[in-house]
């Protein structure tokens, strides 16, 4: 029962007590004062109870003989029901996780007195257990700390050595978590410890080639997070081929856990919180500074995949508008990876940039036309035309706009996000000067734009639709050579499409009416000569006197 429950912790914490002073007073090796009930206290008490357990544990330690006996003991009435401790006590754990990080700590430190390969294998057991996944990183941290703090040079060295990876995720975890939370970088005890996790971080061997600029960041600049993913970017670009392999599966390893940890960082937090800001403003570094390093089109589990998903395609309503004024940085580093054979990537991307569609649509036009967002959004995304990636993504824009099943002509229900798109593609093709690549656009999009001038048209839609619409087609007709692209057949199979419905006929003839007269001459031309051939006398007389007007208009 509970009562019988609290009796036996009382006497408990009087038999603690009474362990410590006849430790103290005894010839024996304290060791031999730990048993079972260490284990059985540590699963049935509560925080505060266990903390007592844990600090008689450090007690132990600190007096321990090192001996095959001693060894033994510790490892089976110590480190073995902490393992089990921390798996099955997380709601208990945030209480009393630093002495429990310390009591690991000592039982580590304390096996190099005899380093023999059992001792060796127990450390190795140890270290497991204070590495993520197998506990947080709050904890790992602080068992980390704890080592190089009360260990030699010589250990620390040794264990950077066995556990780079581990140690580098830990401290790049910790990072992040400093960055996002805005700690007090003031704070000397704080500052002590969090500088011994950095050199820690920066003394990783695969950082050699850079370790004196690592040596010369400043633990107490809030931006530091930003030139440390810098010197990366520049540290990877002059690698050879194999030995950039190599490092980026490193950077991985680093990387795990990260979108844990930001997401915790970030629960409970609003738009209006300093930590949703500075986490996308982190993303969106990332994303610009390294996107090929945290890429790679064959593995699923890149990290630039899964931190886009949770953050920017899955991320919780308050956190839309941190995310829209990242991304411009964010489009322009996806914009230079290749991602053509990850379909899935693709659609994501897709998927935001509607979202961005959907949000900007609700703005008012005139206010809408000056926003730098928008004006910036495709000129950052896609700036340098000559870099292949670049080319693959606009590619792969253009692909997804001129799928029927998008969903972007259905006018007149999201005609306001239909003009938000259009706004987007003018300012795309007036950023853009490779005669080719306007080319393969004008032949990708003409059959949408057609279709969308065709249904503003018949629905009566908002002017800006049509003029957006005559303005794109106007411009890439300046820009490209119509006896290099014909266009006749795209235009014969769009008024095949619509030509046979009780309004077709007059509302092609007014969508022509509508297109510019530069460069259209001979598509008009020969698209109404079709359709009369097509009508085969079925036209009406309005629609005759309006094709006539359209063709003499055209002379």
Known sequence: TESRQCQIFGVFSKMLNDLECLAVSSNFDSVMFLGTWVEMFLEEGDPQRCGKVLKFCQFVLDKANVNEISVTMINKFVVKPIQKFLKSRTKDLEQCFNIAADV????????????????????????????????????????LYRILEQSSSEISTNMLHDHHTTLANVVFNVLIGSHVMLEDKNDSAGL?????????????????????????????????????VSLLKGFYQSMPFSEGQLFKNFVWKMFEGVQETLNTKLAGHTTEDGRCKRLYQLLAHMFEQIPN?????????????????????????QNKRQMFQVLPKVFWGLSLISYRSNNIFLKDIVKVFDDVYAHVAEKDWNMRKKDPFLVTLFTSSFADEAEEPVRSFRHAFMNHISDPDSGHCNLPKDHEKLTVLLFFIGRLELCTKDKAILENDLEKLYPFLLQVLFYAMKS????????????????????????????????????????????????????????????????????????????????????????????????
Do not use: W
Request: net charge positive; proline share 7%; hydrophobic share 35%.
């Open 104 to 143: 690991l700590a000592k039982s580590y430190l304390k096996l190099y007195t005899d380093d023999n390969e059992k001792n060796k294998n127990i450390r190795t057991e140890i270290f497991s257990i204070v590495s993520p996944p197998s506990c947080s990183y709050p904890l790992a941290s602080e068992f």
């Open 460 to 555: 009566k839609s908002p002017e800006p639709i049509k003029s957006l619409v005559s303005d794109i087609l106007r411009h890439l007709f300046e820009r490209t050579s119509q006896s290099e692209l014909d266009l006749t057949p795209a235009t014969n199979s769009f008024l095949c499409k619509n030509v046979n419905t009780s309004e077709g006929p007059v509302t092609l003839v007014k969508t022509f009416r509508y297109l510019p007269e530069l460069g259209a001459v001979k598509i008009v031309t020969a698209s109404l000569e079709f359709l009369k051939t097509t009508l085969n006398g079925r036209a009406n007389y309005e629609f005759t006197l309006m094709s006539d007007e359209v063709l003499k208009g055209f002379q």
């Open 192 to 228: 002590e410890k969090f500088s011994l996790l950095l050199k820690c971080l920066f003394d990783c061997p695969q950082f050699v080639g850079i370790r004196s600029k690592l040596q010369n960041l400043n633990p107490q600049k809030e931006g530091l997070i930003f030139d440390f």
């Open 293 to 317: 390093l945290l890429y790679n089109p064959s593995r699923p589990n890149s990290p630039i995949l899964i931190l886009f998903q949770m953050f920017f395609l899955k991320r919780d309503q």
